[in-house]
């Protein structure tokens, strides 16, 4: 299964800054869907943001406005800027990626099944 690898997780006050680095092979950067979740403790893992084929981003409610999903082809890397951080935000963050399926009209779609992932980073907003 191939390797994601997260970094720049920290600890940070309510209303700092962070972005998190998501470094994948450079073939995940070509008709497929990249994402990024998190996961507080004691609670299930919900999506954060995504970023299609067509790098068309997408965001969970409670992040749009104030969270920013995009990538560096050149670098091999997804970011994921997060401002305004409150203390909700505090979870472990990981990154996902799947592979573009194509439709009958010859594009592409997101399938939402995400089977490669990171092992994460940690982000803890103080109040």
């Known amino acids: 299964q191939a390797q994601l690898m997260e970094s720049g997780g920290g600890s940070v006050p309510s209303g700092g800054s962070l972005t998190l680095s998501c470094k994948a092979p450079?073939?995940?950067?070509?008709?497929?869907?990249m994402g990024w979740f998190r996961q507080a403790q004691g609670k299930e893992r919900e999506g954060v943001a995504s970023?299609?084929?067509?790098?068309?981003?997408s965001y969970a409610d409670n992040v749009k406005d104030r969270f920013t999903i995009s990538q560096d082809k050149a670098k091999n890397t997804m970011y994921l800027q997060m401002n305004s951080l409150k203390p909700e935000d505090t979870a472990m963050y990981s990154c996902a990626a799947e592979r573009a399926k194509k439709d009958f009209s010859g594009g592409y779609w997101c399938p939402g099944t995400y089977d490669s992932w990171g092992q994460g980073t940690q982000v803890t907003v103080s109040s």
């Open positions: 450079s073939y995940m950067f070509w008709n497929y869907c």
């Open positions: 970023i299609d084929d067509q790098g068309r981003p």
